[in-house]
């Protein structure tokens, strides 16, 4: 658990997420969408995306107790945000890991909260034992592609069409080797 505090950057605390979280995770990931693929993604899709659906699909997924439980970032008490990360789910080196997900509430973007969870992210994979890391991001999303830049991930040149969209997006793959 990491907690930290800069200037103009609130006291945050990193802790694995909980069953009880599932609503808060699921309000970040919808609103996070929202924020940062409007036009990026079927403005359709991103309204129709229902947070307590979702928010029940992640209540089941943190009572199973996965390797893949996501940690979140907790501020004056409340989640606004959480990151995902474990096993590849595609094509990997030997002792890579994914980072499935990094989503905050839109109203706490630019305060140092998405660079707290790439830490401890990257910290509890090295103490798994993982060499190196990648990530998918959509094409469009600056933002995002500007905070892993920031933060030592690299492009690989490796793209691929997400077809749950229409057109289907784009993804550009980046990866980080840990030291």
């Avoid at 928010?55 to 996965?66: D, E, P, Q, Y």
């Avoid at 940690?71 to 990360?85: H, K, L, R, S």
């Avoid at 630019?110 to 401890?120: A, I, M, N, P, Q």
Wanted: contains cysteine.
């Amino acid at each position: 658990m990491e907690s930290v505090a800069k200037p103009n950057t609130p006291l945050v605390e990193v802790r694995d997420a909980v069953q009880d979280d599932a609503p808060a995770i699921a309000r970040a990931l919808v609103a996070a969408w929202r924020a940062a693929y409007a036009g990026i993604i079927d403005a359709a899709f991103l309204e129709s995306m229902d947070v307590d659906l979702i928010a029940r699909s992640w209540g089941r997924t943190l009572a199973r107790g996965t390797v893949s439980r996501p940690i979140v970032a907790v501020v004056g008490g409340d989640v606004v945000g959480f990151c995902q990360f474990g096993e590849p789910r595609d094509e990997a080196a030997a002792n890579a890991a994914e980072l499935y997900a990094l989503n905050l509430l839109p109203e706490c973007w630019g305060r140092g909260l998405g660079t707290v969870l790439l830490r401890e992210a990257a910290g509890r994979l090295r103490e798994r034992g993982y060499s190196e890391a990648y990530l998918w991001v959509a094409e469009g999303n600056q933002r995002a592609m500007d905070l892993y830049l920031r933060h030592g991930w690299r492009e690989t040149g490796i793209t691929k069409e997400d077809p749950r969209f229409t057109p289907p997006l784009i993804e550009r793959r980046f990866r980080i080797g840990f030291d």
